[in-house]
């Protein structure tokens, strides 16, 4: 019970890892609040928390801000953060890089691979400012928000959620990597502003976990592929990542200032 009356938020806590991060969090001792722009899905987790369940799209400051005034009027003033929401692709660029991405696994068996993946190219403006205001601007509002209240009290912890897709960039995916990439330097330099304060920020850049973001964006032999990619020789369980997020919310975690950690087995190494 590591958080025990501690209030915690976490953006994206419908669905997988973000209903993970929320289970955890709870069984540590938090009281949860469930943010996610599908109020049914924020509503299950909520329930298997004993929280509350807020509608927020992260993507609107205005929403994040009246989110964050909802939860510290039904639970308390805030002592941790997680800005977990994201968004992949769209399904129609999600199944033209799975068609390229199979059929140079095609052609990589016979020697050569010749089959350009043009992702680059099929990204419309709309997608990347998407891609980016999900992720970016959401882990911005979040922070800033939180940082806000955390601020006067002197005390609190956020973490971001990142990628290895912003360590090393994920082929196919430069606005998605682009995106993580961001929220990591955004990390580094709140975290060393922030830290006078009392308040921790740091981030966790998961590797390929199982989960239906993941799993519902790429084909069978591309999963494996993946799987075969990771020295562990698995895909990680979104309960890892939540385990990882619960060390850098708690006291444990104390002297993490601006820092990534990434659960990967091993696809990663930095």
Known sequence: MKLDTKVAVVTGGGSGIGEAICLRLSKEGAKVAVLDLSEPAAKLTAELVKGIAVKADVSKSAEVDAALAEVETQLGPVDIWVNN???????????????????????????????????????????????????????????RAAARSMGPRRTGAIVNIASICGIEGCTGHPHYSAAKAGIMGFTKAVGKELILQGIRVNAVAPGYIDTPLLMGNVTDSLAAVIRLSTPQGRLGRPDEVAATVAFLASDDASFFVGATVSPNGGAVTF
């Open 85 to 143: 929401a994201g968004i992949a692709g769209t399904p129609a660029f999600g199944k033209h890089v799975n068609s390229r991405a199979e059929q140079q696994l095609s052609e990589a068996a016979k020697g050569a691979v010749s089959t350009p993946l043009e992702a680059l190219v099929r990204i419309e403006d709309d997608d990347w400012r998407r891609m980016l205001s999900v992720h970016l601007d959401g882990t911005f509002y979040g922070t």
